[in-house]
């Protein structure tokens, strides 16, 4: 019989799920820390784009720039992450590896669980292009354990032009996702690896983790200086399909991102980071509120130079420390220490950038 | 990641008090990391420790 209307009974429930991409800042909108760094390489880390770290295996010779830069040529979406090889390594030693990786919280999965022990269908989406034919092997890996069902992967064949991919993962018995709020499961995006991880076999049904499936098919970044790999729109949702990519505000992206890291830019030489007191002479308090509750208690990273400001008097800060965190992570105490002018016990002040506009302070609860 | 020059900072600069962070560069970056098991990069201060290549000075 032909419709004339659709109900919400003809459409999975999936489509109109409010939050069912389970990958935070997927369209790669907020990049705190940078727009773009070069010369990586040598270290795993958190460089640009929010959520979207870059891990790195044996040592390689091999150099890239990761910057999040503008797309004009895709529906729907105005930014992506890029990955530029700068200097190429064709002797690939065996554990060399390269990944775009989204490191979740086991609880923030727990919506794919059908039982403890076994999991739902789900189906990972992105956009991607390269400049020439390029092999991605996108994978998902649960606490890489080899006497569970925990990894499943696919190869992605780039081209120059966006494509959309997907990679439906069927569900599966004898599996775990621990409801923690620290690392537990992967989505990588392999670029680049040795043989340690190319000699088995692509599947998208989980199996135990072995290393040697898990990037198997994969092209090397690292084969040209021409070479580039761009990504967006990743998502992670429920169900054996995928839906479009779900558009968020910024605002709430941006909040999301600020649970793991947060950067308290300057513009000018003396912006100010907060107001506290003096608890003696050389050692003054400050109390930082954050935006949301983070989710670990943070490391402190600080970068310039900073001075207290109180009752006329500038008095350069000679380090400037963790003290305590407080209201259940949502603030901390930091505390800084003075050599000269100093203040008076019990008097307020303002910790603030010692004519440094390059100052920053960062909040890291990263996983 | 590349860990150096690590210090413990005591509760309010006392070093009758307990200790409550490490002052260090990492990766030529000054961070001061709270002594909290959830925290990333105390984790790895504390594998570098155990393994040997890290020590940490007492607080002043």
């Not at chain 1, 290393?211 to 761009?230: D, L």
């Amino acid at each position: 019989m032909a419709l004339s209307t659709i109900g919400t009974n003809q459409i999975s429930n999936e489509v109109f799920q409010a939050n069912r991409n389970l990958v935070k800042n997927g369209a790669m909108i907020v990049a705190q820390r940078a727009a773009s760094s070069t010369g990586l390489g040598a270290a795993n880390g958190y460089f640009t784009v929010d959520r979207m770290r870059m891990a790195i295996g044996d040592a390689s010779a091999g150099r890239f720039t990761m910057a999040q830069t503008a797309v004009t040529d895709l529906s729907g979406f105005s930014k992506s992450v890029k990955i530029s090889c700068t200097t190429a390594d064709t002797s690939i030693a065996a554990g060399e590896r390269l990944v775009l990786n989204y490191r979740f919280e086991g609880q923030d999965l727990q919506s794919l669980k059908s039982s403890s022990s076994s999991l739902k269908a789900f189906t990972i989406s992105f956009y991607a292009r390269a400049n020439a034919a390029f092999n991605l092997v996108s994978e998902i890996i649960f606490g890489a354990d080899t006497s569970k069902n925990s990894e499943a992967n696919q190869v992605n064949a780039l081209t120059t032009s966006w494509q959309r991919f997907t990679m439906s993962v069927p569900a599966a018995t004898n599996t775990q996702i621990d409801d923690v709020t620290t690392h537990d499961t992967d989505l990588m995006f392999w670029m680049h690896a040795g043989s340690t991880y190319t000699g088995g076999s692509n599947s998208t049904t989980l199996r135990p983790n072995v290393n040697a499936n898990r990037a198997a098919g994969v092209s090397s970044i690292f084969a040209s200086t021409s070479n580039f790999v761009e990504i967006t729109g990743i998502q992670l949702e429920i169900g054996d399909s995928a839906t479009p990519f779900e558009n968020e505000d910024i605002a709430i992206t941006f909040q999301k991102c600020q649970r793991y890291y947060l950067k308290l830019l300057s513009d000018t030489a003396y912006d100010s980071y907060g107001s506290g007191f003096f608890y003696a002479a050389a050692q003054f308090y400050t109390t930082m509120w954050f935006p949301t509750r983070l989710r670990a208690t943070p490391s402190l990273v600080s970068s310039g130079n900073f001075a207290v400001m109180n009752n006329g008097t500038h008095s350069a800060v000679d380090s400037l420390a963790y003290n305590r965190i407080l209201h259940d992570g949502m603030c901390m105490q930091t505390y800084s220490d003075m050599s000269t002018n100093q203040g008076v016990q019990g008097q307020g002040g303002m910790l603030r950038n010692n004519n440094d506009s390059d100052a920053y302070i960062e909040i890291k609860a990263e996983l | 990641m590349k860990i150096e020059n690590a210090k413990y900072h005591a509760l309010d600069g006392n070093k009758d008090l307990p200790n409550t962070s490490i002052t260090c560069t990492i990766d030529g970056i000054v961070h001061s990391v709270p002594i909290a098991e959830d925290n990333e990069d105390y984790a790895e201060i504390m594998r570098q420790v155990n393994a040997g290549t890290l020590t940490i000075e007492d607080a002043d």
